[in-house]
């Protein structure tokens, strides 16, 4: 079966969807029944995102897809064509543009309300990468719940148990300065307890600023050193107001860490019994579960790296490869 993928998220972020295309078309590569082609298109800049989602999604690579006389093509985001001469699978990670618009961007918001559902509604399978996804695809979109699987996440075995772990103690955070990530909550609750606060992520959007007393902004950082600073951590604290999978939750288990994130997330999906679960918007009820994580530290680390272990790409790639035959068929 010759399948081509969509690689442009290693261009566009080095966040969640790049380590998804990293983690899972290595693994598809190495199936025997799949013949991958890598697609993508330009470079970081805006003016090269503006042309890959209007002309090379819409135009250009269903043309490709052609061309190379694909059985299936892949997208690895919501984006892509809504027309295309080869079966679509699409990949979601999540639909928070649905549920919190003034999350995002302009630009996004705007691609959302005049491409998202028509584009996941033309596709002939869609992969959610969790059960929660899955579920806001067939309630939000409409899309019928035959027609979507559950491909989960896994991550990179840069993340273990093993190796230098960073001093001090401190409470870890991870994620793009962006309002999703729910940071002015968590900065208030290791104020109250009076532990340091230590955060690694890109600049993003929505005023969002990090800083102050007890609080370090590291920036972005080579994953080596981002799994020294798991590793070494008092927790991992991960109270995002909404993910569709939460990698660093399953990241933060993978090194030891203990886990301390969003009841009734994705998060919990993953995380099952081996983290602290809050309601994220309460900074009091962060703090306690900070408080519980820590206190739990013996019990919670040999869950989360059993819970872990259940976790990986290879298993990732079969599921999806079970799509592509069925996009196929």
């Known amino acids: 079966m010759r399948v081509g993928v969509d690689v442009s998220p290693l261009v566009q972020t080095r966040a969640g969807t790049a380590r998804y295309v990293n983690g899972l078309v290595p693994e598809l590569e190495l199936l025997p029944d799949l013949e991958l082609r890598r697609l993508g298109f330009g470079g970081p800049g805006r003016a090269a995102a503006l042309v890959r989602d209007t002309a090379w999604y819409n135009a250009l690579l269903p ?8 059985d299936v093509l892949h997208c690895t985001t919501f984006r892509a064509p809504l ?19 003034e999350f995002f961007t302009a630009w996004t ?42 491909a989960p996440n896994a991550t990179s ?27 002015p909550r968590l900065i208030e609750a290791t104020r109250r307890l ?26 972005e950082l080579p994953d080596e050193e981002v799994a020294r600073l798991y590793r070494g951590a008092l927790c991992f604290a991960y109270p995002s107001l909404w993910e569709g999978f939460g990698m660093p939750v399953l990241e933060a288990m993978q090194c030891g860490t203990p886990v301390v994130t969003s009841a009734g997330s994705a998060m919990e999906e993953v995380a099952g019994e081996a983290a602290e679960l809050v309601d994220p918007l309460d900074p009091g009820a962060i703090a306690a579960g900070i408080e519980r994580a820590i206190a ?3 019990e919670l680390v040999p869950l989360g790296l059993e819970r872990a272990r259940s976790y990986t790409w290879r298993a990732a790639a079969e599921a999806t490869a079970a799509v592509y035959r069925e996009a196929a068929a």
């Open 63 to 70: 043309a490709q897809a052609r061309r190379y006389r694909l």
């Open 83 to 101: 027309r295309s001469p080869v079966p679509v699978v699409i990949t979601v990670h999540d639909l928070a543009l649905l549920r919190f618009p």
């Open 109 to 150: 918001r705007l691609y959302g309300v005049a491409a998202l559902k028509p584009v996941l509604r033309a596709a002939r399978r869609i992969v959610a990468v969790s059960e929660f996804t899955r579920r806001d695809v067939v309630e939000l979109v409409g899309v019928p719940p035959e027609r979507v699987a559950v």
């Open 157 to 183: 075995s840069t993340f273990r148990a093993e190796g230098a772990r960073e001093s001090g103690d401190y409470v870890f955070a991870l994620g793009t300065l962006e309002p999703r990530k729910n940071l």
């Open 194 to 219: 009076g532990v340091e606060l230590r955060v690694v992520g890109a600049r993003g959007w929505g005023g969002v600023e990090v800083g102050g007393t007890g609080v370090r902004w590291l920036g």
């Open 296 to 298: 739990r530290r013996g």
